[in-house]
């Protein structure tokens, strides 16, 4: 048991890396960066790096104090990484990646392969630079080095897209499926790697069994399991205490397939991956669901569980500043040129397949899990690792600045240019996303001409792939059609307001039918945006929602700052 | 270091406890009883009582297996206790027991006094019978018993209120002031209890200097710290990513202070009571805050927390039929009859003065918490230990049903036979609380010839005490009033929606003004009741909001279906 003093100080453990990473992540976050930066920034704060220089004694009675202490802090950081990796897999749509299977697997492909053919060649020349730990296998080492500079972080690309507002575009769609399949390939590699290091996890199992086990395993979850919580996932939200019924269900389930996987030797998180993606697949989990998981992990085991990582390292001891530049410098051209040149032969323009290719360059927090884990089976040393968690640092941040300097405007396209007083419809009649939908593409044939039912059709198709509601009450069904020569825009209110599956659960009051060129990629990405401009500001939906004709409307809309959110 | 081993189990512990706790908890609610029920239910069978009863063997590889899973278990059930005051001490009020001082403090003094006498009394006669530890000193064990016969639950309480209707009405609001008093009062003696017991917590410290810590803590949390979260969390709540930075800052707060009452000896439980109570104050943490720092724990920490008592103790081997009758009928003779007496001299007839007794005898989850630490510490044994869990479930279930019973009227009042064209207004023009209540009371003024003014002051000093949004868009403001003979509801529409600080953060389109006689406390809880009916079916929302002229908002709220919600 543990005895009052441990209890003490675990708790203002806890209470400071909690706090500490919470108040770096902010401060990071008001700097426009990710706020996994100022997380693992309070970890080495109140690790040896700082702390341990400045005061070492004092730093050694708070961390770790005891054998008790460390035990009970490293279960709570697996509870914590077992969710974050759960969380990653929930991101996963995959029936969107199927929907977009060409261009997703030739932007994902490239941008693995290229990174990971580096990386093994690399490593494996060059093994003892990167520190390969004394009898080492070359080939497992090799395979991993490889395997960390090709995975993504689907979490904080979705971030990303979503600050820029850019989520929603078909950009946007294709870099999450790319991401997601990216991420997929790059833990099940990972998953071999580990069942190779039969030695390390002592279970004597020959490594080819431990494979076929976790083909299985992976065959039954995506397969049995998956079509079993798009059962009773539905089934749950309607008939048990929301939220507790879908959390309790979806995180014990977590907690069992994590504990296969770790039984079978190729570490918890996978499972937990597993169970994300099986659960968080398609429309079975409401967006509203998938949020309360989120919120719970993302907010306190997150910043707790980056914040620990500084605990265990010396980040200052343990800086080589040639092999962060070589990790750096490797990882990103591989990465960016690879998805490139994917988006690229999929008719994206050289600009927009240059933003692609950043936009898929940020490692972010799956990395550093990457990284630690390695750390953790001793396959690679404590320098990897410090350059393997400033690499994912650097790459989260420059890809957003970066996507932004390539899909800039001289002069961008506003809303209100393209509203017409024929194409505002004060009272739409329809009660379901399709009704309403439906009546938009209707006024949209008076506009272009082109048959309301195939407009239709198109929007839907979209809609299906993934939802448009921003949020706030506001959708923006659209569709890219060659028929369309420029932008048209039809908006309708509807007062009783529409369930569009919105993040925020919000009913949709209005909403924006938006038609572009098939080839010009641009307009939709500045109009998509624009929209989320004016909305962003509180104070204009209840004027635009309350407005009940054209004028009034446009007043409202154009009442909204020019400066974009940030 | 965790093994592998260690990881698979302590993983697959968790999904067992928290899928079977939710499940059983689930099927509890399903039949009218409180989840905790459930919840406890699942621990008995997966610990000795059931699981190892019938399968010993395999019961004690899953549970405990090493001494590594029992510490990190440890650790996790220590965080999940001290979130769970935190959310207890968050539902307590003190500006709103402030305002009602004097009923709150006459109901719950004389339904503490009662109980503790008879519990010290007995306890000091017989405590052999009550299974005093070899050794024990008889006057803490006496203490403790009375305080754990006198002790409420705030929580539970508020969720029986919540289910039948009952929560913002006056008895509601009495009952919850009363419970809250009753729950600082009785945790502060148990802390003086365990600062008592200064030979088990280690310290050597004198009692009476650990009592003066306290006292100087607890005097510090509720002024100076609650003045600062005054300040700082609305300014959170602007200002950082939602509801990252509310939460990580409460929770960070929570660890601190509990770290320092562990540390005084007072056990951490405290600390986290006392930063609920600081935090949860008035308006400044907003509902919706409130609401998710709670679904974090209720969801996941509680279900865990309290299936693992299940695990500790055998049930069937240390259940004492006579204890367990004996600390039934004592804890329920002595808090009835205490509270109904306080209640009747309040003002209330004699059938809502045993509504209210029964409301306040819930014992719940608190009861279940202080019977664990004085187990832990080693004041009871698991005998008394199991008798204080039946009677905690045994209170909590008899507690709505018995106060639905006396409450239950012959032919209710409906909403639908005192509404009246003039007391109906189609587009409130008011932005805010004031002004749509101001509108509504000059509406209430040409019906009842009391001026407006007046109406809108003591309508407004009752909003202040504890808001009147039930949540989906519809608030009930009210008052009682001398002048008033009979029940007067006015009914205000604002399609804009106005803030009411509700719960689910839903701004408010339907604002009912109700007033009633001084003396008439049933036309209240009736209206309110049928109100919240009405508005709990779902379809009828967009019906009412829909409705522009008095004759189609009749129709809709008369097509509610007239069984109750359960």
């Known amino acids: 048991m543990l ?83 759960l969380v990653a897999g929930i991101e996963i749509n995959l029936p969107s990646v199927w929907r977009q299977r060409k261009t997703a697997f030739l932007v994902s492909a490239l941008g693995m392969v290229l990174p990971f053919s580096i990386g093994y060649a690399v490593a ?43 989520l929603k575009s078909d950009m946007g769609m294709l870099v999450m499926a790319s991401a997601a399949l990216n991420d997929i390939i790059g833990w099940i590699i990972f998953s071999i790697i580990i069942s190779l290091l039969s030695g390390v996890n002592g279970h004597g199992r020959h490594p080819a069994v431990t494979i076929v086990y976790v ?73 509203r669901a998938k949020d309360a998981i989120e919120q719970f992990t993302t907010n306190i085991f997150a910043p707790l569980f980056f914040a620990t990582i500084g605990l265990r390292i010396d980040f200052a001891a343990h800086f080589d500043g040639m092999l962060v530049l070589a990790v750096f410098v490797l990882a990103s051209i591989g990465k960016i040129i690879g998805c490139s040149i994917g988006a690229y032969w999929s008719d994206y323009s050289p600009r927009e397949s ?31 690792f410090v350059a393997l968690v400033i690499m994912a640092i650097g790459t989260t941040m420059i890809s957003g600045p970066a996507m932004a300097w390539f899909i800039r405007e001289k002069k961008p396209l506003r809303l209100a240019s393209l509203l017409k007083t024929t194409g505002y419809l004060a009272n739409l009649t329809g009660e379901t ?47 890219r059609m060659i028929e369309i020569t420029s932008p048209i825009v039809i908006v309708g209110r509807t007062v009783i307001g529409v369930d569009f599956d919105a993040i925020d659960g919000v009913p949709v009051n209005l909403v924006f039918l938006l038609l572009t060129p098939k080839r010009d990629q ?24 309350a407005a009940d004709n054209y004028r009034t409307f446009l007043d409202a809309i154009r009442r909204a700052p020019f400066a974009m959110r940030t």
């Open 215 to 287: 083909a299985v395993f992976v065959g039954f979850m995506l397969s049995v399991v998956r079509w079993l919580f798009n059962r009773v996932l539905p089934w749950l939200e309607r008939r048990t205490v929301w939220p507790a019924g879908v959390l309790g269900f979806v995180f014990a389930c977590t907690m069992f397939a994590s504990s296969v996987t770790e039984w079978l030797g190729v570490h918890a998180v996978f499972g937990a991956f597993l169970v994300g993606i099986a659960a968080g697949d398609g429309h079975y989990l409401s967006e």
């Open 433 to 479: 996303r399709e009704e309403v939908i439906g009546e938009l593409a209707q006024a949209a044939e008076v506009e272009t001409g082109i048959e309301a039912e195939h407009i239709f059709k198109e929007v839907w198709e979209r809609e299906k792939v993934f939802g448009t509601a921003l949020g706030g009450g506001i959708a923006v069904p659209h569709a």
């Open 124 to 166: 494996w020349q060059f093994s003892g630079f990167f520190g390969i730990e004394p009898g080492g296998d070359k080939v497992v080492f090799a395979l991993f080095i490889g395997t960390a500079l090709s995975i993504s972080a689907l979490p904080v690309i979705a971030k990303t897209l979503m600050d820029m507002n850019l």
């Open 522 to 545: 641009g307009a939709q990405l500045q109009i998509l945006a624009d929209i989320a401009r004016i909305f962003s500001c509180i104070d204009i939906r209840p004027l635009a929602f």
């Open 3 to 85: 005895t009052t003093h441990d209890i003490a100080i675990f708790l203002l453990e806890i209470g400071l890396l909690l706090g500490l990473a919470r108040f770096l992540g902010e401060i990071a976050r008001r700097y426009g960066q990710p706020m996994v930066v100022g997380e693992i920034f309070a970890g080495i704060v109140l690790g040896p790096t700082v702390f341990g220089t400045v005061a070492p004694e004092f730093q050694r009675t708070l961390f770790p104090s005891s054998d008790a202490v460390i035990i009970t802090m490293d279960g709570l950081t697996t509870v914590a990484v077992v969710l974050l990796l």
């Open 354 to 384: 240059f933003a692609i290719g950043f936009g898929m360059n940020a490692r972010g927090a799956m990395e550093i899990i990457l990284g630690l884990l390695a750390l953790e089976f001793g396959l690679i040393g404590e320098r990897l």
